[in-house]
């Protein structure tokens, strides 16, 4: 069986190796899938509401993908996902946490409920896939995790308190397993920073997240991926937070 902590060329990285990307019907998790599968994986698709959104991305690699649903709020159901894959797999190797919610909660509306289910979907969700799926790279000897945070996880925005909050438990959650699944498994996070513009969002929002950059532009669902390969397959590589943001980290 190939080893994930082998490095290998680059064209088929990651031959051999079975995927789970959560929030796999779209956008960033839709191109994470698309590459991972170019890189050699066998790649399961997880959704929640979009089931149809998943069965494109499944077309789109053009393999017989699992796709699976979960709603990542609920731990048993996160917990059975990994699970899940792992059979529908025949024995996970790589776990993507990409799934996430994102929306404004400004000062004065923002509540209790609010922290409670960004917390729940952007943290609890990462802490008991891993968990799981952790579980099983141990056992077998390893496995790899990779994260999506964000920048905001870094250096929380004061009109995203939740979200930023949920992000830093993603880092923190990162550099915990890393250390808890050592030697036999790594645990890594990519933190982007401006890549898709998120939905319903004003666009100024946006362009002003981009001033923000070094680079002074958007970043694309290629960039973010790439980081993802990198993160998966580099054997020495465990318990970091890589930003993709074009700069926007160091910028003040
Ligand atoms: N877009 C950016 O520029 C950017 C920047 C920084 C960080 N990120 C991070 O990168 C990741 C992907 O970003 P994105 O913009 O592509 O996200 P997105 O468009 O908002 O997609 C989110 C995905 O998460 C799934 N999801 C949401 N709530 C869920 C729940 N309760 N249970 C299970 N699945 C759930 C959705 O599934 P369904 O559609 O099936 O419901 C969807 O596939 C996220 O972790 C995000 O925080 C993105």
Redesign the pocket.
């Known amino acids: 069986m190939p080893d994930v902590d082998r490095p290998r060329g680059a064209e088929q990285a990651l031959a051999g190796e079975k995927a789970l990307v959560?929030?796999?019907?779209?956008?960033?998790?839709?191109r994470i899938a698309e590459r991972l599968a170019d890189a050699g994986a066998e790649v399961a698709l997880?959704?929640?509401?979009?089931?149809a959104?998943?069965e494109e991305t499944a077309e789109a690699i053009g393999a017989s993908s699992p796709v699976l649903r979960?709603?990542?709020?609920d731990p048993d159901?996160a917990a059975r996902l990994v699970e899940e894959a792992d059979q529908a797999l025949g024995g996970l190797t790589l776990l993507v946490?990409?799934?996430?919610?994102?929306r404004r909660t400004p000062l004065e509306s923002m509540d209790a409920s609010d922290f409670d289910t960004f917390m729940?979907?952007?943290a609890r969700?990462v802490y008991v896939l891993s968990l799981v799926a952790g579980r099983l790279f141990k056992a077998r000897g390893r496995g790899a995790i990779v994260n999506?945070?964000?920048?905001?996880g870094l250096v929380p925005w004061p009109g995203f308190i939740p979200?930023s909050a949920s992000?830093a438990a993603v880092i923190s959650l990162t550099k915990g397993f890393a250390k808890a699944l050592a030697p036999e498994g790594r645990v890594n996070a990519?933190?982007?920073?401006?890549?898709?513009?998120?939905?319903g969002e004003p666009s100024e929002q946006g362009e002003q997240a981009v001033a923000k950059t070094l680079l002074k532009r958007?970043?694309s669902?290629d960039d973010?991926a790439a980081a993802v390969i990198f993160l998966a397959t580099a054997p020495y590589v465990t318990g970091q937070v890589l930003p993709v943001d074009g700069g926007r980290s160091v910028n003040g």
Not at 46 to 51: I, Q, S, V
Not at 97 to 102: C, G, K, L, Q, V
Request: hydrophobic share 40%; aromatic share 8%.
């Open positions: 959560t929030g796999a019907s779209r956008r960033l998790g839709r997880h959704y929640r509401t979009d089931r959104g998943a979960a709603d990542l709020s159901e946490n990409n799934a996430a919610t994102f729940s979907v952007n969700s999506l945070a964000d920048v905001a979200y992000k990519v933190a982007p920073g401006p890549v898709l513009p998120p939905v958007w970043g669902p973010v």
